[in-house]
């Protein structure tokens, strides 16, 4: 029961986590593009970005402070993973992010296959190492790369002419994404 009660309070925080960073990537969307408009500075928009995960992670701090130990006991897990399971899924996180050095033309793909494959693979080798099954972090992956087809047709088709609008819909997809595994995780019931 009280392994029950750990895992259900993990979820909770992983599901805020989630949220925080869902809001955090809208209002870093949101301002960057603005800021973007009027012709920022790198720097500017790089500011922006990290007020906004700053700011939203530190007005929730409170909420969050409890949620830590969690997420951290969570995380701790897969350093018992074997060798060979740590550096596939650290090559699942970075190789897409990695790899937008080369092929910036398609950053806003890249990202989301980083976000897809990076939760997805935790979520496959939590399951099969750590016996958790952290549903959230799978429809987080899911939904990334159900997302790669449509931010496509979106771009190819839509906003053909607008890069910037397919790059700020795809972040928004993203948001969705990590939403939706968060609401998912603070509803869950077991």
């Known amino acids: 029961m009280q392994r ?12 805020l986590f989630f949220i925080a960073v869902s809001v955090a990537i809208v209002i870093g969307t949101v301002l960057s593009e603005v800021a973007a408009k009027y ?10 970005w990290l007020a906004s995960f700053g700011v939203t992670f530190g007005a929730n701090f ?16 897969s350093m018992e993973w074997p060798a ?11 190789a897409p992010f990695v790899s937008i050095g080369v092929f910036p033309s398609i950053n806003q793909y890249l990202i989301l296959v ?11 080798l939590m399951k099969k190492y ?22 496509i047709w979106i771009d190819m088709t ?22 939706v595994g968060g609401f998912y995780a603070l509803l869950e019931k077991e």
């Open 4 to 15: 029950d009660s750990q895992a259900l309070e993990a979820k909770r925080a992983f599901g």
């Open 39 to 48: 012709n920022a500075p790198i720097a500017d928009i790089v500011l922006i």
């Open 62 to 77: 409170r909420k969050f402070r409890r949620a830590l130990v969690s997420v951290r006991t969570r995380m701790k897990n």
């Open 84 to 94: 060979s399971a740590k550096a596939i899924n650290g090559l699942c996180w970075a």
């Open 114 to 124: 980083g976000i897809g494959l990076g939760n997805f693979s935790t979520y496959l």
């Open 130 to 151: 750590n016996g958790l099954d952290n549903g959230e972090q799978m429809i987080v992956g899911l939904l990334s790369f159900a997302s790669i087809p449509i931010s």
């Open 158 to 179: 839509l906003f053909v002419s607008m890069h910037d609008l397919a790059i700020f819909l795809s972040r928004l997809l993203i948001a969705l994404a990590y939403a």
